[in-house]
């Protein structure tokens, strides 16, 4: 059992508007889980590679901001979490105008959290998967 | 040997004003060699996470980019490939102005490739190293 | 839906005879599924780093076998595959006097699988979790 | 400047006797550098996989034992690390008698080691690249 309160789906959306990155790549969360969340993306041209289709460092982007939003919600907000390794396969082009990322939480150790991010496009297809390792660095400022 | 011609410096860089993301991030190739290339991004605001420091999904489309562009270089522009996957360990936040990521072709297959991408911040600090797997798809276009 | 018939506990098994190393480290399957199977080994004094635990390539060992020998089976022991790259999380020290391993092919593409496997101890503890690359060489012998 | 006084080749090399798997596997370390060394494997009949050539785990095993024997030797035999994750690429089949695993320490944290491992088979074909994370438990014993 955590001693830490989860946050709700509005406080993480809030929270959410102070991660730059995530805002300027227009990401939402809309569903939180026991074990996790659900981010989505809105794909636009911009975010294209050479080929047409939605550039790897996106869908990499999502599953990080994935994993690194479900340990500040994890957490109550309250501890600060850096990435140590990420590591993502593509099963397939995207192509559609939304991805979303389902982040599980799989393993909370006291230093060390290991989750996987499904990432799908929008026919729901299963478009890529990561296994994410993050550090707990301390508490939040 | 290789049968293709690889791309020169001005070239690689206009063959990416048509990668959208790659344009989008503010990226540019500045610098080849007989073995990958090295590529920029300027930091801004919109990069940071909610901790104040580069995103880490910045630094994986970097990583991603470099290799995918070090790829479209090699081969003269004339063959197709695509992430596979890509693993990246992240050795320190990156606080500067600037990344850069040096992409060495590591293993030339008849079908998959394998890179890596050592990161550095605008300090020459070693910031991350990625390891990926791209697949040669075809003949582009 | 696949044109091949997936081999039986029994057929997979004898396969297993024939790969040396599975059998060396006293490997069996144990169980099959529609998506995978799990295999199990026992742990063996020989099998300790110099911590006294299970060291970590008998662990990758079984997650690597646990996806080749999930492709025997799935393609009824006619096609040939080969290792593109394994990522393996270890979650914890294993002590105890077996580990077991449940592979779900999670992408069968035309010349790239993807999987997934969590490693288990004797009391049922997730002890680990790899994402596993192989790609199709061609028809078995 | 580390504080620690890195074990010489004779001293790794005994202390290699006390970790049971290494020395079931066959291995030692034959060469150290300032940045890591170099560990071989002779391969036997045992290693093989179904294909008859050496199994994807006893390269990864090298692998891992590339980086954890060079943490204990870059920490003068003071200090237990564990491996957090390891990822390794599969350049091309091993077939020969022997495999060699050059490891570089490339990272090293106070908390987190990265390190890459080189694999060669025993023409010097380069048959292999991994990237691993180590975490640092604690003094040893």
Redesign the interface.
């Known amino acids: 059992m955590s001693e830490y309160t989860p946050l709700s789906l509005q406080q993480i959306n809030s ?1 959410m508007e ?5 805002h ?2 227009g990401m939402r969360v809309t569903e939180v889980f026991d074990d996790g969340l659900t981010i989505e993306c809105d794909v636009t ?7 047409g289709v939605v ?4 869908t ?3 599953a ?2 994935a994993m ?1 939003v479900a340990l ?1 919600r994890h957490f109550g907000g309250k501890i ?1 979490a ?10 397939r ?1 995207i192509l559609g105008t939304k991805i979303s990322a389902r982040c599980k939480l ?2 909370m ?1 006291s ?2 959290c ?1 989750g ?1 991010v499904d990432i799908y496009d929008d026919a729901a297809n ?1 478009a890529g ?1 990561a ?1 994410l ?1 993050y ?1 707990i660095i301390g508490p939040r400022g």
């Open positions: 929270a102070h991660m730059a990155f995530n300027f790549m041209p911009h975010h294209f590679n050479g080929d550039h790897g460092g996106v990499a982007t999502l990080d901001s690194g500040v600060r850096a990435t140590v390794e990420m590591k993502i396969n593509y099963f082009p799989v393993r150790g230093k060390i290991v996987t299963h998967l296994l390792t550090m």
